[in-house]
């Protein structure tokens, strides 16, 4: 190569390098999180946040014995021994997959796991920081169950996580005044009807499902009796809504609003979890191969059908973090679905410190400066907490979302 043209590729690399640099160094700066990247556990909710005046305002209005927040995840290790201790997949601990290496770490330290004794720690910290609340607060727990075949076979080699509900059902009973649970059942299991019954029996409030991380198609035939037996139960089903990029999973056609037609005309009650805010999928209303649309376009024209207005609810959670902020100010502005919205936090998700930004929220008009130092003193001690006075504070003008979108317990005990 000639000596000039080589120094010119030198410069033009070098230039190129500098630009890669400044451009990381821009992201860096950002949307680098602003309470760090690691939740620092702390402990013993300081009185200055207790007697702070926006803790008072956060809970004017509401009835603590209404407040059961719908979304809370279990997570472990297996390290407790127990016959029925939560699993994850070995490819969460696996060098070649350092996606997954790293969402387990982060939902960990979400949920203040100790690595002596990840199913202990992470149990005694939910409990602590329900303890917290105002008495009368609950967490309803979620099981999780298998991915299944289409023969209805169990399948853990294509599964991200497992929790039974025999693991969460004991949990809520051994502290009955802080936990509530619920079952998760694949509708493709020769035993489904059986153990939908016998989760109702046992005290389970709802059905947990996650479509593309479990393999359920929602508009197939096969969930037919499964719907007409949790009609006759009673007993709703939280159904995750668009594209989950929180779990390995590819099926996320599977998570398309449109497909819980066949529930809803079943007399099913369904909360769609995250109100679909995050992908896009085709409009099966006009036919397999329909027209792109977003996630939450299909939700907003359930949720506006008439027909659905006693079964289909959108459910809050996750609504805050950084890819589905946007939809906190159409969900705000629909106050005539505030009575048919509940809250709920995905935990440990909002322990893990960058997946939210209030400052970010604050610059869009969302949130007060006030609110944002307030928050940003809860987050380290209480993400439970956190999640609840984020939602309570969020507003678009005047409008902030009803007390009734917090008083989720009547939803639940139908």
């Not at 946040?49 to 297996?78: F, K, R």
Request: aromatic letters at 10%; charged letters at 20%; one cysteine or more.
């Amino acid at each position: 190569m000639p000596p000039g043209l080589s120094m010119k590729r030198r410069t033009f690399l070098l230039g190129l390098s500098a630009a890669a640099v400044s451009a990381l160094g821009y992201a860096g700066y950002r949307y680098w999180p602003e309470s760090g990247l690691y939740n620092p556990c702390l402990s013993g909710l300081p009185a200055d946040i207790i007697e702070h005046p926006l803790y008072q305002d956060i809970w004017q209005d509401i009835d603590p014995a209404q407040v059961w927040d719908c979304h809370v995840h279990m997570i472990g290790s297996g390290d407790s021994s127990l016959q029925d201790a939560p699993w994850h997949s070995p490819k969460m601990d696996s060098p070649r997959h350092p996606l997954l290496q790293l969402q387990k770490h982060l939902f960990m330290n979400g949920a203040c796991a100790d690595a002596n004794a990840v199913d202990h720690s992470v149990v005694a910290r939910l409990s602590q920081l329900c303890r917290e609340m105002p008495q009368g607060f609950k967490a309803m727990l979620l099981a999780f169950d298998w991915w299944h075949d289409e023969q209805g076979r169990a399948q853990p080699e294509n599964s991200a996580l497992h929790v039974a509900n025999s693991y969460v059902a004991r949990l809520a009973q051994t502290e009955p005044d802080i936990f509530e649970w619920v079952a998760s059942i694949h509708p493709y299991r020769p035993d489904a009807i059986d153990a939908l019954q016998q989760a109702h029996a046992e005290g389970a409030k709802a059905i947990k499902w996650l479509p593309q991380v479990m393999n359920i198609d929602p508009a197939s035939a096969k969930c037919q009796h499964f719907y007409q037996t949790c009609a006759d139960l009673d007993l709703p089903i939280i159904t995750h809504g668009g594209r989950e990029f929180a779990l390995p999973g590819s099926q996320h056609t599977l998570a398309n609003p449109l497909r819980l037609r066949r529930a809803l005309d079943s007399g099913v009650r369904i909360a769609l979890a995250h109100c679909a805010t995050y992908g896009r999928d085709a409009d099966l209303d006009i036919g397999p191969y329909g027209p792109m649309r977003p996630h939450f376009e299909l939700f907003a024209r359930l949720m506006d059908d008439a027909r659905y207005e006693r079964q289909l609810f959108g459910e809050l959670s996750s609504l805050t973090l950084r890819n589905r902020e946007w939809a906190i100010a159409p969900l705000l502005q629909r106050f005539d679905w505030h009575h048919r919205l509940l809250n709920g936090s995905d935990y440990p998700l909002p322990g893990v410190m960058p997946l939210i930004d209030t400052a970010s929220l604050q610059r869009q008009g969302l949130l007060d400066m006030q609110a944002v130092e307030f928050l940003q003193a809860i987050k380290p001690y209480n993400a439970l907490l956190f999640d609840f006075a984020l939602k309570r504070l969020l507003h678009t003008g005047n409008i902030r979302f009803a007390a009734s979108v917090f008083h989720t317990r009547k939803f639940f005990e139908g």
